[in-house]
């Protein structure tokens, strides 16, 4: 069975600083990782996905993935408040399809 | 757009009865899926339809059954509930026909059942 292991925090971040959020995964033969964001009673919100080692910027976010190091992390520059959220990672391709990460809880401090 | 959307948003019931959670996208997906989200267990997966016709288990598929309607339909039928099944329900789309967690999947509101 795949396994996508989080640091379930909380993890506590000043507001305008950096926030780091990392993940790794058991199954080499994931393909493709996503990070969803989801507030308290709300839904998960799909907010990055990456598929080829590196880095992929989408405004405020970044998202990194190492394959040799089945390692995907979640950079948020400039925090907000508002990202204040359980943030899930999930890794798919592989023979158990997509499997998520029980999240990692982020609280950014004013 | 509505997206993704399910009903109920809540429902509370007794041991013993059962019921239908509906699911409906209107964005052309192939792919559907019903979750479960429990504290503590993240989201795992009940069952699945990869396209229209077919309907695969997952993570934990006892207890539930499930129905690919048409294309834009998907539902999660529990015959007998147990308040092991007390959870919020997510349905999910996505554009792939593989089942094999590729593509980005986008989810409803969820559901949330309490069983007495």
């Known amino acids: 069975q795949k396994e996508v292991e989080q640091n379930s925090g909380p993890l506590s971040v000043p507001e305008g600083a950096i926030a780091s959020l990392n993940c790794t995964y058991s199954?080499?033969?994931?393909?493709?990782f996503f990070w969803y964001r989801q507030y308290s009673g709300k839904s998960p919100e799909l907010i990055m996905f990456?598929?080829?080692?590196g880095d992929k910027e989408d405004g405020r976010f970044t998202a990194q993935l190492n394959k040799a190091s089945q390692y995907v992390s979640l950079l948020i520059r400039d925090s907000q408040p508002s990202d204040s959220a359980t943030y899930l990672c999930?890794?798919?391709?592989?023979?158990?399809?997509?499997?998520f990460g029980k999240g990692t809880h982020l609280i950014i401090q004013p | 757009n509505a997206g993704v959307t399910q009903t109920p948003k809540f429902q509370v019931l007794k041991t013993g009865q059962s019921m239908t959670l509906q699911c409906a996208q209107d964005?052309?997906?192939?792919?559907m899926y019903w979750y479960r989200q429990d504290p503590g267990m993240g989201l795992r997966l009940i069952y699945y339809?990869?396209?229209?016709?077919?309907?695969d288990k997952g993570e934990v598929p006892n207890g539930y059954n499930v129905s690919r309607l048409n294309k834009r339909e998907f539902s999660l039928r529990l015959e007998s509930a147990a308040p092991s099944q007390t959870s919020v329900y997510f349905c999910?789309?996505?554009?792939?026909?593989?089942?094999?967690?590729?593509?980005?999947?986008?989810f409803g509101d969820g559901t949330r059942l309490s069983i007495l």
């Open positions: 999910a789309s996505s554009e792939e026909g593989s089942g094999m967690g590729n593509q980005p999947q986008h």
């Open positions: 964005m052309n997906h192939n792919s």
């Open positions: 990456i598929y080829s080692n």
């Open positions: 199954d080499r033969g994931s393909q493709s």
């Open positions: 999930a890794a798919g391709g592989g023979a158990d399809g997509l499997t």
């Open positions: 339809s990869a396209s229209e016709g077919t309907t």
